[in-house]
C-alpha cells in the first residue's frame, strides 16, 4: 500500500460543481430551466471568492491531485470572469 494520500472524492466533486455554477454564472453554460445563456457577475464573483478562501484555507491539506485541481479551476474562472468583467 501507498503512503501517498488519495484524493477525496467529494472535494473533487464539490470543485466540478463550483466550476459548474462559476460557468453557468459566466454565461459558459446555458441555464438549465430556460435553456439560455446569461451573465450574473456578482454569482460568479461569489463562487470564486469562495473558491480562493478555499485554497488559501487548505494550504498544506490538500493531495496533490486535489490542489492541482482546485488551481486549474481557479486559473480558468479567473480568466472566464475577467472576460465577461470587460465585456461588461
Do not use: C, W
Amino acid at each position: 500500500m501507498s503512503d501517498t494520500p488519495q484524493a477525496d472524492q467529494r472535494f473533487t466533486d464539490f470543485i466540478f460543481l463550483q466550476a459548474q455554477n462559476a460557468g453557468l454564472f459566466l454565461g459558459q453554460l446555458p441555464n438549465p430551466a430556460t435553456g439560455e445563456r446569461s451573465v450574473n457577475l456578482k454569482a460568479a464573483k461569489t463562487v470564486l471568492d469562495s473558491l480562493e478562501m478555499l485554497h488559501e484555507k487548505t494550504q498544506g491539506n490538500l493531495t496533490e491531485q486535489e490542489n492541482q485541481l482546485l488551481d486549474k479551476a481557479l486559473v480558468n474562472i479567473r480568466s472566464l470572469y475577467a472576460t465577461a468583467e470587460n465585456l461588461g
